[in-house]
């Protein structure tokens, strides 16, 4: 798509936030790095404080306007303060705002029967235990694998990432992402089908998907033969956007069935639509998990995760107490209830569909404009632009990555950056984007990118 590019503007929004009168921005920055957990970074140089947001954007302290093109890391799902989500989590507050799983609550029950109207109908996956992020769902997942199996090891993949608890981390392969401690044991790392670093030097598709393949040899190599469980992200999220080529994981899950093992769909990112193709990101796939499991989009900025899986395999989960103090909590259940209503009345999929094929027919267009841009990668509204110095020497462009999130925040727009070198630009806004939010973030990349070159 040829086309000329203007200089980058918001679009017109009519919503009109509140006036903030709290405390600025150094304030609070003084604040956090006196009393909160230096772990705990931000971004940019200059750290924006955000107070409020309204579908697809956010403000900051100063009333300045910016496009989430992050969505609180993929969380956002059908936009900023919701005017639905807000109406039914303040009746909710008004009424009960916490209650434990050992006593009934009709939420829960509601919202667990139409998670699983969502799934195949002969794949069983009908039971869902709630948790509160990604990460407790991935270590409960490994958990029902091992207790059904009965075996132990876990198969994920390079530059996969899981989560931050110790077990989590030890399926998570990115050294930025793992500290010098021991980690879970048990855990083998496979190859990714990365096409664009292939890590056995082969191009697709004379390769035959050999990194699909080698899975295989990693079982009867560096396990008894038999496993307890693959598991991996239908798109990588922190790991760069990696999209696998569509027979990658017919492929493994033959592999890992044949060995005993269960197949785990980490839909933490990809699920609720944001492929747009299909509400799951394995149905892309052509293949059906035995457990998926879901956080970020499912409650729309709530903190809210969940483990689907069939009876049988949830059953193993019986013979010992197993307990979540907020899973299940009713102001997430109904967060994430109305967020799934909104999903399926607005009809979100298809516009993310929609949406996304023009954002990335943008960004395609911009790599024909700067030779920085490696590749273009992704679908619906899940995308990532890879940073190199050369496209012959494929050398990761960190440092200008960095510039370029700089230098887009200064312009109104929020994105990320991920993969194990920090190179590539992670562009997942809230599915509610519109096409003129869309013209508006390739005009800024646009404009940034080539003030960089």
Not at 101 to 116: D, G, M, Q, S
Not at 170 to 197: E, I
Not at 213 to 241: C, H, M, N, W
Not at 341 to 348: F, G, R, T
Request: hydrophobic fraction near 35%; proline fraction near 5%.
């Amino acid at each position: 798509m040829e086309r000329s590019y203007a200089s980058a503007k918001l679009p017109d929004c009519t919503y009109q936030p509140t006036p903030y009168d709290g405390p600025g921005r150094d304030e609070v920055l003084a604040l956090r790095r006196e009393y909160i957990a230096p772990s705990v970074f931000t971004y940019y140089k200059e750290p924006i404080l955000i107070v409020d947001g309204h579908m697809q954007y956010l403000w900051d302290d100063r009333g300045r306007r910016y496009l989430d093109g992050l969505a609180g890391i993929v969380t956002v799902s059908v936009g900023h303060c919701h005017p639905r989500i807000v109406e039914a989590v303040r009746a909710q507050v008004g009424r009960l705002m916490h209650t434990t799983t050992i006593y009934l609550n009709p939420i829960i029950a509601k919202f667990a029967e139409k998670l699983a109207d969502h799934f195949p109908d002969d794949s069983g996956l009908r039971v869902t235990y709630f948790t509160n992020s990604g990460s407790e769902s991935n270590d409960l997942a490994t958990l029902m694998a091992r207790l059904s199996t009965g075996h132990n090891d876990i198969i994920s993949l390079r530059n996969g990432y899981h989560g931050g608890s110790q077990t989590t981390m030890g399926m998570t392969a990115m050294g930025n992402w793992k500290y010098p401690q021991p980690v879970s044991v048990g855990v083998k790392h496979a190859l990714p089908g990365y096409c664009y670093r292939c890590p056995l030097g082969l191009t697709y598709p004379s390769c035959n998907v050999k990194c699909a393949r080698d899975v295989e040899q990693l079982i009867e190599y560096e396990t008894s033969g038999k496993i307890a469980a693959f598991i991996a992200e239908p798109i990588q999220g922190a790991g760069g956007v990696v999209d696998p080529p569509l027979e990658y994981f017919k492929i493994v899950y033959d592999i890992v069935r044949a060995h005993g093992g269960l197949c785990i769909a980490d839909e933490v990112q990809t699920g609720f639509g944001r492929l747009g193709s299909h509400f799951w990101g394995f149905e892309r796939y052509g293949v059906t998990p035995d457990i998926v499991v879901m956080a970020k989009g499912i409650g729309n900025g709530a903190p809210l995760g969940a483990v689907t899986t069939r009876r049988e395999i949830a059953e193993s989960m019986t013979q010992k107490l197993h307990f979540n103090t907020f899973g299940g909590n009713p102001v997430s259940m109904i967060q994430g209830l109305t967020t799934l209503e909104i999903l399926d009345s607005d009809n979100v999929a298809a516009h993310a569909l929609d949406v996304g094929g023009y954002l990335k027919e943008h960004l395609q267009d911009l790599m024909k404009r700067h030779d920085l841009i490696g590749d273009v990668r992704g679908t619906g509204l899940l995308l990532g632009v890879e940073l190199v110095k050369t496209r012959e020497g494929k050398e990761p462009a960190t440092d200008e990555a960095v510039m370029i999130l700089e230098g887009a925040k200064d312009r109104g727009l929020l994105i990320g950056r991920g993969g194990v070198y920090g190179n590539t630009l992670r562009i997942k806004p809230p599915m509610c984007i519109t096409r003129a939010d869309v013209d508006f973030l390739a005009d800024c990349l646009d404009k940034v990118i080539g003030a960089i070159r």
